[in-house]
């Protein structure tokens, strides 16, 4: 840790382990529909500050290009810069441990359940709300970064190209990533 | 006892390699999970991991759970945690390796530009990552015109609750069908 302390760019303060976990165990809770992203940004980021809005993003970039749930992946790197290997194994628990249990309850209740439709229903009106909360995210984020239009171009041509065309996110990434990282060379000069 | 431990061995063999394989979400994953565990294991039915899909679909949590319940349902709850670990902790602890080498050039000239560099794809998949849940949601037009109408209102009420949010979608949806409208 001592590595990152002194030059860090935003100084990030460490948080306790039962901070850390409590933050992380609601966090797994409320993620309806895989919308972690969107509420760690709004938990961790907005109502807490614990870290600031790019190093979210770079975050959770890395977190989408690794194998692996890009929410646990993402939790796992949180965890790591707010208090180190301690914090990644607390903040990982915690974000699985909730749905772990729920899980196993709701397969222990479904066997009596899954006739009603009304069920059906009502799971997809949740997941409808959970899918507006990752656009809002989304749609934050890209108004952060409304202050040129290279970014905007970028992040446009991402969402044509995975969202609207379904084009493998991989080769996608690493066609747009050279020429975004070139761009922010450029206008930083 | 000796077929319990072999059980929870299959478990991890068929999980762990796929938790490094999971690049990019969970439709590849998906095929394979139901090849093994209904093709080459007999761990479920076609109907039961039809069934395990949806429930793992409803739960709350940051990705899929599938692999807890089809542990769960091979070998009760230890068989729960074996799955459960095999699939998140090999990529878990990649991203941890990788989280610190990047953490060690925080304040560098170029780890600001790579970071300012990844923020617009990063909107950019998020967003992209809303239109595919909506395409594989089975709710169709309604469940369209819900998420964008709760897009809006989450931007022009940033303090609005997403709970409240989630309670009044679910509850929308269940009146209408109660009432009929689909």
Known sequence: MAELEGTAVTPIARKGLTAIFAAFFRLGLMSFGGGTAGWLYREIVERRHWIDDSAFLSGAALARLFPGSSGVNLTIQVGQALRGAHGAVAAGLALLSGPFAVVILLATAYARARQISALHAILDGVAAAAIGLTFATGLKLVQFRLTSVGPLAVTLVTVLCVGVLRWPMIPVVLCVAPISIGLALVSKK | MLDDIRTLLALTLVFAPLSLLSIGGGAALL??????????????????????????????????MLSTLIGWKVAGLPGALTATVALYLPSSLLVYGAARLWGRWRG??????????????????????????????????????????????????PRLHPLALFAAGGGLFGLADAVGLW
Do not use: K, M, N, Y
């Not at chain 2, 565990?37 to 479920?44: D, F, I, K, R, Y």
């Not at chain 2, 809303?130 to 109408?149: C, D, E, N």
């Open chain 2, 31 to 64: 095929a394979e999970i139901e090849h093994q565990s209904v093709s080459v294991h007999a761990w479920t039915t076609q109907r039961e991991f039809a069934d395990l899909f949806a429930i793992s679909r409803a739960a709350p949590g940051p990705g899929t």
């Open chain 2, 108 to 157: 560098s000239v170029w780890h600001t530009v790579v970071e300012r560099g990844l923020a617009p794809i990063a909107a950019g998949l998020i967003l992209a990552g809303g239109i595919a849940v909506l395409r594989v949601s089975p709710g169709g037009p309604a469940v369209w015109a819900a998420a964008i109408a709760s897009t809006a209102l989450i931007l022009c009420w």
